[in-house]
């Protein structure tokens, strides 16, 4: 069954800080993957996307990676900022969606 | 959201009720979607359409209807037969259907059944 994972489901930390976010995924064939990142209340917006042949993107403060062996991605958030806080969702090929890892960033 | 609008923003409905949600986008994207989230649940897509005149069904297409008679506009229609309709309702378009294709999303409908 075609799935995609992400954890955690939920993480806290203190603005200045990284983190990382997780997305596990069992689609194949696969074409490319996304990062979303949803404000509370509004429509995801796409901060990257990765065909099957690229390992890493950068957009600002995120990067994502990808290893398509062994069909993780991640999402990592450097120096986060107060705006940071959302939920951030993975999807393959736009079609099969994670349930979004909830981040928020304390002052 | 950008070119993307949805009203209402909030919508109550009361049981037996069918309720329409609006979405425009002037994007000129020829594709349009329309995805219901739920708590703890990755995005479900009800309906799709690639071109005006023509729309498929998504994976919980059950108790919903849709048209595309323009190509800016895709309006839902949430019927009473929808068993369990309190949820976010996204709409989203982009330029063609193809999986590398970016989707733009809406602010949303945020719609509870009383």
């Known amino acids: 069954k075609n799935q995609v994972e992400q954890s955690p489901q939920s993480l806290i930390i203190l603005e200045g800080k990284n983190c990382t976010l997780q997305?596990?995924?069992?689609?194949?064939?696969?074409?490319?993957l996304r990062w979303y990142k949803q404000d509370t209340g509004r429509g995801p917006v796409s901060l990257t996307i990765m065909t099957f042949s690229e390992n890493t993107k950068s957009n600002g403060r995120y990067t994502a990676t990808l290893d398509a062996d062994t069909k993780q991605s991640s999402l990592h958030i450097t120096a986060s900022q107060l705006s940071d806080s959302a939920s951030y969702i993975c999807?393959?090929?736009?079609?099969?969606w994670g349930a979004g890892t909830k981040l928020i960033i304390k002052p | 959201d950008g070119g993307i609008t949805q009203s209402p923003k909030y919508l109550f409905r009361k049981e037996g009720q069918n309720v329409t949600l609006s979405c425009e986008q002037n994007?000129?994207?020829?594709?349009m979607y329309w995805y219901r989230q739920d708590p703890g649940q990755g995005l479900r897509l009800i309906y799709y359409s690639q071109i005006v005149n023509d729309f498929q069904k998504g994976d919980i297409a059950e108790g919903y209807s849709v048209s595309r008679e323009k190509k800016e506009s895709f309006p839902l229609t949430v019927t009473s037969a929808q068993k369990n309709p309190t949820a976010f309702y996204l709409c989203?378009?982009?330029?063609?259907?193809?999986?590398?294709?970016?989707?733009?999303f809406g602010p949303g409908t945020r719609l509870t059944v009383l």
């Open positions: 997305c596990n995924y069992t689609v194949s064939p696969f074409s490319n």
């Open positions: 989203a378009s982009s330029i063609g259907a193809r999986y590398t294709d970016t989707q733009y």
């Open positions: 999807v393959v090929d736009q079609l099969i």
């Open positions: 994007l000129n994207h020829d594709a």
